[in-house]
Each structure stands twice: as C-alpha cells, then as structure tokens.
C-alpha cells in the first residue's frame, strides 16, 4: 500500500533531525503519489487505565470517503490491517485491538461519529519524565550490544529500522518521547555469507538508495532487459532492504534474496567464502539491468576524437552512455575516467572516456617491485656486487636498466648489458628496451655487465667456466667435465691468436685471486708487510706474461699455462675446437659472439675464490619467516598511484591501428566525472599461478573530507569534489579464510559495527584499521 511506503518514509526522515531541518513538511507529500496517498486526519493519545494507545478518526476531520476507506481498512477482520511499533521499548506487542466501529450501518455515519483503535501491549509509561527518557537514551546509546525485538505483518518479518535518535509528540496534552532504533537490524549468517552481509549493510545505509526502495521502486522493474534478471534480483534485494528498514525487527535471514542470487550467479552458490568486492560488483550491476529505465537500447556508434576538445568528447560519451544506460545505480554511482593509450612505437594516441561503478585502488607496495641483479665489472679489478632497485611492477626493462644504472654509478663512457643465467649459462640476452618486466620471474638470476662503450662493435667474447666433475658415478674414458660459476662477458677487437682471449680471461679473473697466507698473517704490528720477501707457493697463479711465451711461435702452447687452463670453443654452429695460442680465432660474422668453454684444473680451483664466482641471488626471495613493520600509506597516494602512466601487462596487449599491430602501450587514466557515492576498493588480495596473498598495508583514510579537488581533470564549478566516509567493509584474517564485517556512520558521530546478527556501537577512532578494504563515500555538498 502507498500509504505504508510514505509512512516508512515519512518517519525515517522524521527520526533523521538534520533531514527535517532541511526537508520542507510539503516535500514528504510528492506530486506524482499525491493521488495515491490516503489524507487522514488523526487523535492519537495514551490511555493509561487500558495501557494502550488510542487512535481516533473523527468524520468531521475527513473526507467521507476517507472516513468511510478508514473504517473498511481497520476492521477487524480485514488483512490489511498493519499495526507497528516503533517506540522501541515494547518488549512484547500484542496484536488484538479493540477497534470501536461508529453505531449503525457502515453506510450512513454522524457528523460526531468516531472510529476508536485502542492498541494495547504498550509498557506503562506514564512515570517516564523527560531526564527519565533521557537516561534511557543515554544507555541504550552506550549500550555496546542491543537486540530489536520483532515486529510482525500480516505473520510476516517486515522492514527494519536504522536511526538512532528520540522522537517527540504530543499525546495527551504531554510530553511523551520514545527511543526510535532504524536501521540497526542485523543480517543472519547462512553460513559463510559474511560477505555478503557486510556488503549488504553498506548499501542499506546509502540513503538516497533507501528512499528509492521504500518507495515504489517497483514501476521501474524492467522485466524484458535481456541482460537483466527479469526483475527478480531487484525485488528480492528490494524486499530485503526494506526488512531492513521496519521499526524494531529481529536479525533478518536473507534467505530468498540468497536464493534468487544463487539463480543468477552460480559462483556464490553454497556456502563457500567469497569476495565481498566482486558480490558487490554483480550486484549493483544487477540492479542497474533489472531497474535500466531505458526498455529498449538502441545503437551508438563510438566517433573517434579527430582532435576536438575533451570536455565535448567526453560529453558525447556520457550522453551515449545514458542513451543505454538510466537507473537509480547509474544515477548514485556511475562516474565517467578519461582513458589514455600511447603506442611506444608510432606514438599513436587513443583517448576515451568510460563509464565506472568504483575505484580499484592498489596499494603501493603491489604496484612496485623489488629486483636483485649482480653487477660485473669488466676492468679486472672490482668483485661482483649484488644491487637492489625498486620498480614499477608493470614497467619495462628500459626502466630496470635505468635504476641499475644510478644504483651502480655507471660512468659515461660504459654500458650494461643484462642477462639471465641459467645452468651457468647465458639463458638470454635483456636487450629489447620495451620488453616487460614482468617477463622476468622472481626466481630467475639476473647479471648486469659493465662494458666499455668504445668497442660496442667488437665481437663479444662469453668465458664459460669447467670443472672436472668427479661426483658422476658413470666411468667413461673420457673425463666428465660440468660447468660452474657465473660466466664471464668482455668485448674483445684483437682475435689474431689465442693469447689474447688468454690476457683478457685473466684479467677478468683477476678480483677472484685468493690471497696467499703469507699476505694475510705476515703483518706486523704496525700495519707494515714483515717478509715481502717471502717465499712464493709451489704453484703460481698464472698471469697474462704467461699467455705470451709462445707468442714467437717458438712454441705451440705455453706448457705451464696449458696445464692449468684449456680453452675450447663450444656452439652449436660448429664442433667443438681447443684454442690454440698462436692461431687466430675466427668468429662468425652473423652472430658477433663468440662462446669459450675454459677447462680448470684443481689446482686453480685452489687458487681462485670459485665460491664468489659462483654466487649468484635470486632477482627476489620472500622473506616469510621474518617479520616485517607494520606498511602505511595514505588513500591519496593509493589514488595517485592508480592514476599512474604505466605500461598496460603483457596480457592486456593493445592493438595499434597506426602499426598494425598489438602493442604493449603505455596507459593513462584520469578521473573527469565523479558519482553522487564513491565506491573505493582497495586491492588486498593478489594472486599468481603459485600463490595467493593479502596485504595487511595500514591505509590511513579521510572520514570527514576526502578531498578529490587536485585529482578531478575536469572542474565544472557545479558539482563538488569533496566526500565524507559513511560505511566500510572490512576483511579480517586471511586467505579463504577471513571473516567480513561492516562499520556504518549512524550519523550525528555515531558508528556502528555489523557482524553478521551482532549490532554494536564503537567509537570513530576505531574506524581506521589494517581490515578496511571497501570504503563508501557520500558527496558533501
């Protein structure tokens, strides 16, 4: 009935006093529900020898025929006789009323004829002064856990009440006030359905979305939207906000809402833990197609820009789009990004203007990336250093190349050349500057070469490094050689003989000399070298004079040298060949590079620090046993993050019209229209093919004004850029595995926690927390 629906409204915006100050009384009283709303003139008064109301309807107060609908509605065998209580404080509401019918036929009334309710059930009241209400007030605010008793209709639960506030009328020539609890009404877990609840309870405290569906939303049903629900998800959901809205209900068990989204939706049948973000997400997308006030959508064709001016391109986008798209979800919480695409290669630009539902918000710490590579120098002198750089997840390897180089302070006149080792060998070269980094996996290992820019012509030389593998349990005739170590890279312009390559691979093992025990004992107390003289070990560690005795071609191969290392070349364009001193080396054209396997002997083994040649970390390990301090970070720089220019994933490739081609473009977003209500998601969750994770980051929010002027491209003067918080959705524990809640503004600086059935008051300052992982936002205006 109407008349039921205004009344809800009526007195929502009744216990509301910041509404009613602002609200004119004529307002309550819409021109389109003016011929369907039941004008009554009513006596209420307390009769406190029966404890029970009564209500009077007088005929010389009314229409006859509103007298005569009055008497047809309150008999007492007529069905839609609705009687609530929304003082509160009855505990216990009985039902029966001793309604007085005006004597005679139902047809001829008096002018004096009365129609008399008296309701009966209500607690004596009669000794409740006003510092007396008060007190009661007082408790039941500080109260931390309250119930709302039952109220029933027809032997159904109906609406529930969310506004904690006092209500004053004058019944009886005095003062009577009552404790009115809206909106304070719980949500029975059906198991595993806390996310649903806690989204649920944000959008049941949205008050523009309340009046729309304590009204007569059901006219604007769209039963024939095919991407709809045939109206059904929007009737149950209706229904069920508006259970939420009753004076004094029970804790509600959403089980035909449930229901009917287990029909539309699969993944949330059962009784699986799901995310409260992607419920939300279906069902405001839901609504928007059972309640689209547009039946039939026609065509639009998207016109490119062609360089016309943003605000008339982005205005032809929002109109198209609500040529398609008009409804209540639209009107509340649609906002309108200007999306920019820039293709590295021909420069091609792309700009369009979307519509969105919220924002998906990252936390910095999952929009950077941390890198590990080993630094090798090539001047012989400086020992492999591991450097650390913080990255764009998304970035390129441009990026990666150009905080290394800071890090290592790579001179003017050097280059780097990054490579991936795997099994001791290069794995591949890192040289296309915009290959993503997210090509490159944590476990992978990663080496930086710096070489001199002067010879980048050169032929590069790769030293491979053997050694006699005795562990293999399989006898051969030959010796089993393996490799180890980290290969070693140089640019080489002089491949006449093989002495060179021998000067240039002992130069670049030279930082790996062990030092003789001599130079770590022989010191005396003042610093100085006590024995210079001291006799040199058995075996000496070759040098590059040593590569030289064969360079007259006396000889074939220096006979010390060539007992300690053997060098071979090993690809897979030719067979494998040992090196020879004193003959050139020919290196083939088409690949510049040349690959040299170097045969150890144990007793350099001996001489050289293989164990920091072979050391090489991981590009990142996860600590997960050490514990970290807490991560914060405020909600501006989640937002200054997600508008980030960043290059889009590997996955989400562009396609160029210029090149013809899928290209990996940087991306730009830029928010130019925003909502009535804000939605912000903060992403928490991360998932990858081997695990999932959740950021416990502490995200400190504004609650009063979140302040979105400086981030808006497009400022109209009209709207205003400022919100302020009224419900959060909070996610606790871990993955799979968490528990979902809800903190409601009940305005006035009262919140109020929602867990599942439970209804408690907390404080403002425990807003704020590490659970926080959807925030909802109200335009101050």
């Not at 918000?361 to 450097?387: A, E, K």
């Not at 060949?577 to 590079?593: A, C, D, F, G």
């Not at 040649?613 to 970070?633: A, G, N």
């Not at 850029?721 to 503004?745: I, K, Q």
Request: with cysteine; hydrophobic share 35%; net charge negative.
């Amino acid at each position: 009935m109407r008349l039921q629906t205004m009344w809800l409204r009526a007195l929502k915006w009744h216990i509301d006093s910041n509404a009613v100050l602002k609200v004119d009384h004529s307002s309550l009283l819409v021109e389109d529900d003016g011929e369907d709303l039941f004008p009554l003139k009513i006596r209420l008064s307390m009769s406190w020898e029966r404890n029970s109301l009564v209500v009077k309807i007088r005929l010389g107060d009314n229409m006859a025929s509103s007298y005569r609908r009055a008497t047809n509605i309150f008999n007492p065998k007529a069905e839609l006789l609705h009687i609530w209580d929304f003082s509160g404080q009855t505990t216990k509401f009985c039902m029966n009323c001793n309604i007085g019918l005006p004597n005679g036929s139902m047809d001829h009334f008096a002018a004096e004829d009365v129609l008399e309710l008296h309701m009966h059930g209500f607690s004596d009241s009669r000794d409740h002064s006003d510092g007396r209400i008060d007190e009661m007030i007082e408790a039941n605010m500080k109260n931390s856990s309250f119930s709302i008793s039952s109220v029933r209709m027809n032997g159904s639960s109906d609406y529930t009440s969310s506004c904690s506030s006092v209500i004053t009328s004058s019944l009886s020539g005095c003062s009577y006030r009552k404790v009115g609890l809206l909106g304070l009404t719980g949500l029975q877990n059906l198991g595993n359905t806390c996310f649903m609840n806690s989204a649920i309870q944000c959008l049941a405290h949205t008050p523009k979305l309340v009046d729309y569906f304590l009204e007569d939303y059901k006219r604007e049903i769209n039963r024939e939207n095919p991407l709809g629900m045939k109206g059904q998800l929007a009737f149950a959901f209706g229904e069920l906000l508006r259970k939420l809205w009753v004076p004094g209900a029970a804790p509600v068990a959403p089980v035909t809402f449930k229901r009917k989204l287990e029909n539309f939706a699969s993944q949330f049948s059962g009784c699986n833990q799901h995310d409260s973000q992607e419920f939300l997400a279906f069902l405001l997308d839901g609504l928007h197609e059972d309640l689209n006030r547009v039946k039939c959508k026609p065509y639009v064709e998207t016109k490119d820009a062609e360089g016309r001016p943003d605000m008339d391109v982005a205005d032809e986008y929002w109109r198209n789009h609500l040529t398609r798209n008009n409804s209540i979800i639209v009107d509340l919480y649609q906002g309108q990004y200007r999306s920019t695409l820039v293709c590295p290669s021909c420069k091609k630009k792309s700009v369009t203007f979307d519509p969105f539902m919220y924002l998906s918000l990252p936390l910095p710490s999952t929009t950077m990336r941390t890198m590990t590579l080993t630094i090798i120098s090539t001047d012989g002198v400086m020992l492999p250093c591991p450097v650390t750089v913080t990255l764009p997840k998304y970035g390129r390897l441009k990026d990666l190349t150009e905080a290394v180089s800071s890090a290592c302070a790579l001179r003017n006149d050097e280059t780097l050349l990054v490579v991936e080792i795997y099994k001791e060998k290069i794995f591949r070269f890192l040289e296309e500057p915009s290959d993503a980094l997210a090509l490159i996996r944590d476990d992978d290992k990663l080496v930086a070469y710096r070489l001199p820019k002067d010879n980048e012509a050169s032929p590069l030389v790769v030293f491979m490094h053997e050694l006699l593998d005795k562990s293999s349990e399989i006898e051969t005739a030959e010796p089993n050689w393996k490799l180890f170590g980290i290969p070693l890279v140089t640019r080489s312009s002089d491949l006449s003989h093989g002495h060179s390559l021998c000067r240039q691979y002992l130069k670049l093992l030279n930082p790996f000399v062990m030092p003789s025990d001599d130079a770590l004992n022989d010191y005396d107390e003042s610093g100085a070298k006590a024995n210079e003289d001291s006799e040199k070990d058995d075996v000496p560690c070759p040098t590059a004079s040593d590569c030289t005795a064969g360079s007259g071609g006396e000889t074939d191969d220096n006979p010390q040298f060539s007992s300690e290392f053997q060098f071979y070349i090993k690809d897979s364009h030719r067979p494998t060949k040992k090196i020879k001193m004193n003959e050139p080396v020919r290196v083939l054209p088409y690949t510049n590079r040349l690959e040299v396997h170097v045969l150890w002997s144990e007793k350099m083994i001996e001489k050289y620090d293989t164990c920091i040649l072979s050391s090489l970390p991981e590009v990142f390990k996860p600590q997960l046993y050490i514990s970290r301090p807490q991560e914060s970070v405020s909600l501006y720089k989640c937002l200054e993050a997600y508008l980030k220019e960043e290059p889009l994933g590997p996955e989400d490739m562009w396609f160029c019209p210029g090149c013809k081609k899928f290209k990996q473009a940087s991306k730009k977003l830029d928010l130019w229209r925003l909502p009535e209500i804000l939605i912000v998601h903060l992403k928490r969750f991360s998932y990858s093919r081997f695990m999932k994770n959740k950021l416990e980051t502490y995200v400190d929010f504004p609650i009063e004004d979140f302040d979105l002027s400086n981030y808006i491209s497009y400022k109209d003067g009209q709207s205003s850029n400022r919100y302020e918080l009224y419900a959060v959705s909070n996610h606790y524990g871990g993955m799979g595995s968490g528990h979902y809640t809800a903190f409601v503004d009940h305005g006035h600086g009262r919140w109020y926690e929602f867990d599942d059935e439970r209804v408690s008051a907390i404080s403002e300052q425990m807003i704020k927390a590490s659970a926080a992982y959807v925030l909802f936002y109200r335009r101050v205006t």
